[in-house]
């Protein structure tokens, strides 16, 4: 089955800096790639999401790379505020017939340094 | 709030005791899920029900036991738990399970521990 790997586990950066998430996936089937922010006590929300058929898609200060090759994909976070600090979440799904599931990674928890 | 209203928030039970999570959604979904989340993992797949037919159960003991009366309803049924049970249970909806992989909405999760 499908399995996401993530890193790093924890990342702090200085506020205003650029912050790199890395996720692998081993199922070359997968075509659905989001990621969810989860802040402190509460729900994970999705940020950003892509599909296998484009290579990077951005959302203001929120971009995401995908490398269907190499089965690997980035979120990346410029200018980092203080309210970015959360924990991320890749996750990568594919869809057979009528079934699909998403995998989650084992997240990042950002802090911003102020 | 994203439509995912989970209850209880919390809860504290022994481990004989039986007790059940509650999960609704008003989006007008057709597939619920169940996921668990402690501390330092990622967040575990547990159960999927599409259109009320459950299609994946991830391995998960039978002390948990899900039942799914409706579209809008599910609901995780818990006995004789074990202390690594407590745990963070969320429950998600999507419009449906199936391709293409749709987004999944999340409740705020049942905080859950097991003395």
């Known amino acids: 089955g499908e399995n996401v790997e993530q890193h790093p586990s924890t990342l702090s950066v200085q506020e205003g800096d650029s912050a790199v998430i890395k996720c692998t996936y081993s199922?070359?089937?997968?075509?659905?790639f989001p990621w969810y922010k989860q802040e402190l006590g509460k729900r994970p929300q999705l940020i950003i999401d892509?599909?296998?058929?484009?290579g990077e898609k951005k959302d203001q200060r929120i971009a995401v790379t995908l490398n269907k090759t190499a089965k690997h994909f980035s979120l990346h976070i410029t200018e980092t505020q203080p309210e970015d600090s959360a924990v991320y979440f890749c996750?990568?799904?594919?869809?057979?017939?009528?079934?699909?599931?998403?995998?989650f990674g084992s997240g990042t928890r950002l802090s911003i340094r102020p | 709030e994203t439509g995912v209203t989970q209850t209880p928030r919390h809860l504290v039970m022994g481990m004989t005791n039986k007790k059940s999570l509650k999960c609704e959604q008003h989006?007008?979904?057709?597939?619920m899920y169940w996921y668990k989340q402690s501390a330092k993992k990622p967040l575990e797949l547990m159960f999927v029900?599409?259109?009320?037919?459950?299609?994946e159960n991830n391995s998960v003991p039978s002390r948990f036991s899900p039942e799914c009366p409706n579209s809008s309803h599910l609901f995780l049924h818990l006995h004789t738990l074990q202390p690594e049970d407590s745990a963070l249970y969320l429950c998600?909806?999507?419009?449906?399970?199936?391709?293409?992989?749709?987004?999944?909405?999340f409740g705020a999760g049942t905080r859950l521990s097991v003395l």
């Open positions: 998600a909806s999507s419009r449906e399970e199936g391709a293409p992989p749709d987004i999944q909405y």
């Open positions: 199922d070359s089937a997968s075509n659905y």
């Open positions: 892509i599909r296998s058929n484009v």
């Open positions: 996750a990568a799904s594919s869809s057979y017939s009528s079934a699909s599931k998403i995998i």
């Open positions: 989006l007008g979904h057709n597939a």
């Open positions: 029900y599409n259109f009320k037919e459950q299609t």
